[in-house]
């Protein structure tokens, strides 16, 4: 029987068995070949830290609420997950056997999915993409979508805050978008050695000095984008733009916000504070021009023209049946990797 990947309690990974159903009219059938890892929302879910775990989101008044249904375990995981096609049902077109794809879905051994549904949201078979390159669509559509929320213009000042797989995708789509000075935000060194040979101008290290006093000594970024998820990261964001900046908020942030100390540059200085949230339902802010396909669409086309350099992203790669050996190294030592990959046989 094949496996998918469970969460079954804080820091416990279990590959269960599953029942493989036949293949129904409209629908493909998958092999995975490989997936990756998210390090900000996937590890907030293992660690148990995600407000789902005490909370429940309410689709119709999109409010987090108390309630005793909130999200338990098992809890599935994964949104980058690349296999091929190996079964069509007679009546479905634009799939064969054989076809790679890449789908948005969790980790594990086979997906079945209603051609139908995945071709709506911009999932077609992939062609002159290799698997690993692959496994960065999503990631890719999610920085795409932070940069578009950060409306920059040709000219602008732009400073990144976390330059793990996103920030440093987003370093190089503000290029792409016309920054004239992008800056990258990090305390890991060879995160910001990547960051300046795929773009960036000036590297800054927050622990080493105050990258709000830096910015601000040069009048302030005309846009910041947060990916790091720390509250801390957050402020300082606040603190390095101009008067009546934008910061986009563009990570996944846990708990109560004490570093987010909203009394001082943000409230003197007038900053508008935007989320970027591609999933639960929320559309484009140019939608309909802009949606879940044409973002997909365009992701694609970065990756594949080699727009985008992501060779040096993948750092680790893990037999599936390791899988918890992967999520143990990346919650337990975050400096050592920057995208982690499942292989499967």
């Known amino acids: 029987m094949p496996r998918e990947l469970l969460v079954t309690r ?3 990974i279990t590959l269960s068995p599953y029942d493989e159903p036949p293949l129904k009219a409209g629908e493909v059938r998958t092999e995975a070949v490989l997936s990756a890892l998210s390090h900000g929302t996937e590890v907030s879910l293992y660690r148990g830290t995600a407000p789902f775990h005490e909370r429940a989101f309410d689709p119709e ?3 987090f609420r108390p309630a005793e249904t909130a999200q338990s375990y098992p809890t599935r995981l994964g949104y980058e997950w690349v296999g091929r096609v190996t079964e069509v049902a007679s009546d479905v077109t634009g799939f064969a056997v054989g076809d790679p794809v890449h789908l948005p879905l969790p980790h594990r051994e086979t997906h079945t999915f209603a051609a139908a549904e995945m071709a709506a949201i911009g999932v077609e078979p992939l062609v002159d993409l290799e698997p690993e390159r692959a496994a960065l669509l999503q990631s890719t559509g999610i920085a795409l ?3 578009h929320d950060a409306r920059v213009k040709v000219g602008d000042v732009v400073v990144i805050f976390g330059l793990g797989a996103l920030g440093l995708l987003a370093v ?8 004239a000075v992008v800056v990258a935000v990090d305390p890991l060194a060879a995160r910001r050695s990547l960051a300046e040979k795929t773009g960036a101008t000036l590297t800054l290290d ?3 000095e105050d990258v709000g006093l830096r910015l601000r000594e040069w009048g302030g970024a005309d846009v910041a984008v947060e990916f790091s998820g720390v509250y801390a ?3 300082e964001a606040i603190r390095s733009v101009r008067v009546a900046g934008l910061v986009v908020a563009a990570g996944f942030y846990q708990g109560g916000g004490a570093a987010l100390r909203l009394g001082e540059e943000w409230h003197h200085n007038r900053v508008t504070m935007r989320s970027s949230q591609r999933g639960w339902g929320n559309p484009h802010r140019d939608a309909p021009a802009w949606d879940r396909a044409r973002l997909r669409r365009t992701s694609v ?3 594949v023209t080699g727009a985008l350099d992501v060779s040096a992203f993948v750092t680790h790669r893990f037999p599936f049946a390791r899988a918890a050996d992967a ?3 990346v919650d337990g030592h975050p400096e050592e990797v920057l995208k982690v990959v499942l292989e499967y046989s």
């Open 10 to 12: 804080p820091f416990e």
């Open 61 to 63: 008044l999109r409010l």
């Open 145 to 147: 979508q932070a940069v």
């Open 172 to 179: 190089q789509l503000a290029r792409l978008a016309g920054a």
């Open 206 to 208: 927050p622990t080493a």
């Open 233 to 235: 990261a957050l402020h």
């Open 301 to 303: 086309r970065l990756l």
């Open 327 to 329: 999520y143990a190294l």
